[in-house]
């Protein structure tokens, strides 16, 4: 051992390069292999495997000739885009507000109210479907029957099978993704840089117009392309909403190409190219803002305390502002999910009588229940633990050695993220389906590795960045050897870190549906899809029932980690 | 004329006081200066006479106006103070002109009577306009930020100016620069001013008054030349320029004289100090004459090490009556070496009982 440089070299330079190359090769095949794959299926006549299937160009002109043409891919793409937009403006706009009055201002019960923000990013698109669906269902929703008995109007007062409905629910769904992002870039921020505004007399809007919100400019905008690509690729949401209305997305209209019969691969991959371009371009722009992001952060590297904006009076105002959109947006779905899983039957008025277990019995006796709940603990679980594992391995060595093998490797773990879920399905499908993979658990396993890799290496790689070479160096020279210095030194300070990267990536798979919806079979189905399944056959107490279990499950792990590693989703560095 | 009026000031963060029944007064026009270590409470005084951080307790009154009291609190937009932050708070997105202008923006000032007065006062800090108004933050040295800073601090005319540490993140000689420059223009602009750093070389070169703060109480005040001949307590004497302490085991009001260690006794001119519980002098009072010297308030030592420091020879002495003395001789030929018995006079003016 020569060297006392930052030091990870675990395996000697000879057997490193090999195996360096082989973990590339092997990188680059499976992240490669569905983006390749629509590509590929796009310009095919039949899906893989088929008797006389052959390349074609009219796939691809019928989807994105279709646009301008009146096709088939005309609506779905002007409704993703119609609906994307706002939904991203608006919910940015909330979560950037909501991030502000917690992380800056000195509210009541801001720490109560920020850990209250996180909890739709716990449970599926599906629970705000369900809830909404009870709720603001034209002719049954709650709330419609309350103001038609209140008023005697006929029409409902709130539509959730209409444009406006969906993109109410997805803002409401969004919304804590901004509020995360955006908490995290406003906690970097210096306050002497606003407390300089107040001292040379400006009140509190124009410190926030000259210098805070300026300041946050890149992180807000970073914020808005992250839910832009994820408004775009949303599934369940207008998926299920939309269908009673025939408002197609793109996401949903390539699932519909490849479940309903009879089925049209090669259309469904030349849409998916159309989705892949549109988040893309979003993800582009996401990255080139963030590059340059250290430019307008100012972070001082000094100790110093964030000193919250006293609002005085004005603070309990904001509270109950805050507090109300809390109610609104997430305790009156959820409650009403709640309640649809203890009324036996969809009833126009609430028979607090009727209130009982007989949805849960029947979701347990359910012979699918069991498997799904197994195999969406063994793929949350399994999938957590690798991607957990391989972002250590991948994460540290990142931070620590620069290698054009690394950075190479970098990008190719990021890669999957510009691809929404059901075009990844899609390419997963036409890659693997010729192997013993296909509708096994295994392929879902693949599949969600190969996805959410790239959040476990950020979570680690960040976490990595902020421990202090110096540390190492100083155990190497007290003889530690690299290993046993990683083992010392870095392993307990990435604990929280790794247990973190886990906890997201258990997060992400316990609620994924858009890339399973493609690719699970009957053996394979996971709680998520029983959920989307029930929903659709109607049967919307069960559906209700599964989604509270989900929701208490989810909840124990979430806070059993918490207890027994500190793990935290704001962890997350990105 | 008092400009500033601060009395019965508390502050906990906690259980413990930040600031504890702090009274001060400023007068107009006077340099001031919070000296302590951190955690003294100094900044924190500082911030709520910025407005920045609300007393638990306590008034503060500047020119009259009351600005924290019973039910009234003054924001810091509405104070008419400018402050230069230890960070240097330059908005990193906006340039230079745009950062100094922004108080006169704020105050809705004419633009010709704004570019002329951001021309004038950026002339003050030494960044000229032509040069330096078009520049981001990120394209200038942290003195030069520090500038920024200053001049943005200064170009409305506040009726007092806070200092928040700002020279503690400048390397040693940007600071001995920035140091003369800020005396300079203190000695033209004639600004009330409230400093607080933990360095007593700023703190003496820029003062008209000094208060060394300790656990949030201000502990002894006076000029710089003051508290260094006549410090009232151990603290002050080793937090400004640092002494020999020995205890006194002995005194005898009448002859004016203290015993030390082994029987020696002290000739003491001034005693001031009610008890004496010990004898203070500075290293480079204590003379060295040879072993064979007669003299008044002379201990017997030997030399046990002289380290060469440049201008000066610093000197650990063992007395022979137990003590261990340090003594700063200016560097010259023939001084004693380790070893060599000396003899130490504590000069009797010299001597400082606390």
């Not at chain 2, 009556?321 to 018995?341: E, Q």
């Amino acid at each position: 051992m020569a060297t006392v440089t930052p030091n990870l070299d675990l395996f000697g330079p000879l057997p490193r390069r090999l195996g360096m190359s082989v973990v590339l090769a092997v990188s680059a095949a499976l992240v490669l292999a569905p983006v390749l794959a629509v590509i590929y299926g796009a310009f095919r006549t039949r899906p893989p495997g088929a008797p006389r299937a052959a390349f074609t160009l009219a796939k691809m002109a019928q989807a994105w000739g279709g646009i301008f043409t009146g096709g088939w891919t005309q609506a779905p793409t002007v409704n993703t885009i119609l609906l994307a937009i706002p939904v991203t403006i608006v919910a940015t706009a909330l979560g950037v507000a909501l991030a502000w009055a917690v992380t800056r201002t000195d509210m009541p019960g801001r720490r109560t109210l920020e850990l209250l923000f996180l909890v739709p990013l716990l449970y599926s698109p599906l629970v705000s479907v369900i809830g909404w669906t009870v709720l603001a269902d034209p002719g049954a929703g709650l709330l419609n029957r309350a103001w038609a008995g209140v008023t005697g109007a006929h029409a409902p007062l709130f539509d959730v099978y209409s444009y406006g409905g969906i993109a109410f629910v997805m803002v409401f769904y969004f919304a804590p993704y901004a509020f995360l992002l955006c908490a995290g870039a406003f906690r970097a921020l210096d306050s002497t840089l606003e407390e300089a505004a107040a001292m040379s007399g400006a009140g509190l809007l124009r410190r926030l117009g000259f210098v805070t919100f300026p300041l946050m400019l890149a992180g807000i905008g970073a914020a808005s392309l992250f839910i832009f690509t994820l408004a775009l690729e949303q599934f369940a949401i207008p998926g299920f909403l939309g269908a009673h209305v025939h408002f197609d997305t793109l996401a949903y209209a390539i699932f519909e190409r490849t479940s309903t019969y009879p089925s049209d691969l090669p259309g469904a991959a030349a849409a998916g190219t159309l989705l892949l371009v549109l988040s893309s371009i979003g993800l582009y722009a996401y990255r080139r803002l963030t590059r340059h992001a250290g430019r307008f952060i100012s972070v001082t590297a000094r100790g110093y305390r964030a000193v919250p904006t006293a609002l005085g009076r004005g603070g309990m105002v904001l509270t109950v502002i805050c507090a109300a959109l809390f109610a609104i947006g997430v305790a009156l779905p959820l409650a009403a999910v709640l309640l649809r899983a203890l009324l036996p039957v969809r009833t126009a008025s609430v028979d607090l009588s009727a209130l009982g277990f007989g949805n849960f019995t029947q979701l347990f006796a359910a012979g699918d229940f069991l498997l799904g709940l197994q195999n969406t603990a063994w793929l949350a679980f399994g999938a957590a633990t690798i991607c957990a594992g391989l972002g250590l391995l991948i994460g540290s060595l990142l931070v620590r050695r620069r290698s054009a093998g690394l950075s190479a490797l970098d990008y190719l773990v990021a890669l999957p993220i510009g691809i929404p879920g059901t075009v990844f399905g899609v390419g997963m499908l036409w890659a693997y389906v010729r192997t013993p993979l296909y509708l096994t658990l295994w392929i879902l396993l693949l599949a969600f590795t190969v996805r959410y890799l790239v959040y476990a290496v950020r979570t680690v790689g960040g976490s990595m960045m902020q421990i202090d070479p110096v540390l190492e160096e100083s155990a190497a020279i007290a003889g530690g050897t690299p290993l046993r210095t990683f083992l010392f030194v870095d392993l307990p300070l990435l604990k929280p870190a790794i247990a973190s990267a886990w906890l997201l990536v258990f997060l992400i798979v316990m609620r994924e549906i858009s890339a399973s919806v493609i690719l699970y079979g009957a053996d394979s189905v996971t709680v998520p899809i029983l959920t989307w399944n029930y929903l659709n056959d109607g049967s919307y107490g069960t559906a209700s029932a599964l989604a509270i279990v989900q929701v208490v499950a989810v909840g124990l792990v979430v806070m059993l980690l918490r207890w027994l590693f500190g793990a935290d989703i704001r962890a997350r560095s990105e | 004329m008092t400009a500033i009026r601060i009395a019965g000031l508390n502050r906990r963060f906690g259980p413990a006081f930040a600031v504890e029944g702090l009274d001060l007064e400023i007068a107009a026009g006077e340099f001031l200066t919070l000296l302590g270590p951190s955690g003294s409470g100094k900044t924190t005084t500082l911030r709520m006479l910025a407005g920045l951080e609300r007393p638990d307790s306590g008034t503060i009154q500047v020119g009259g106006r009351v600005m924290n009291g019973p039910g009234v609190f003054v924001p810091p937009h509405k104070r008419n103070m400018g402050m230069v932050f230890q960070s240097y708070a330059v908005w990193p997105h906006r340039t230079v002109y745009q950062n100094v202008a922004f108080p006169l923006r704020v105050q809705r000032v004419s633009r010709a009577d704004e570019k002329a007065r951001v021309g004038r006062i950026l002339d003050l800090v030494e960044l000229p306009a032509s040069d330096f108004a078009d520049r981001y933050a990120s394209q200038l040295s942290g003195g030069q930020q520090q500038r920024v800073s200053l001049a943005r601090a200064l170009v409305a005319d506040p009726d007092v100016i806070l200092y928040d540490e700002p020279l503690s993140n400048l390397d040693a000689r940007l600071r001995d620069a920035m140091r003369t420059l800020l005396r300079d223009i203190h000695g033209r602009i004639r600004t009330t001013a409230l400093y607080v750093t933990h360095d007593q070389t700023e703190a003496m070169v820029l003062s008209d008054r000094v208060c060394i703060m300790q656990a949030g109480r201000i502990v002894q005040q006076g000029t710089p030349r003051a508290l260094y001949d006549n410090p009232s307590n151990m603290f002050v004497t080793e937090f400004i320029g640092g002494a020999n302490a020995l205890p006194i085991v002995e005194q005898d009001r009448a002859r004016q004289q203290v015993g030390i260690a082994g029987g020696v006794r002290i000739h003491v001119a001034n005693w001031n100090a009610g008890s004496a519980s010990r004898l203070v002098i500075r290293h480079h009072h204590v003379q060295l004459l040879p072993a064979d010297a007669t003299a008044c308030n002379a201990i017997d030592a030997t030399v046990r090490d002289a380290v060469f420091l440049g201008d000066r020879v610093r000197f650990t002495l063992q007395a022979d009556c137990g003590l261990t003395l340090i003594a700063d001789a200016v560097a010259s030929p023939g001084l004693p070496m380790p070893g060599s018995r000396i003899r130490a006079v504590l000069p009797a003016a010299l001597c400082i009982i606390i």
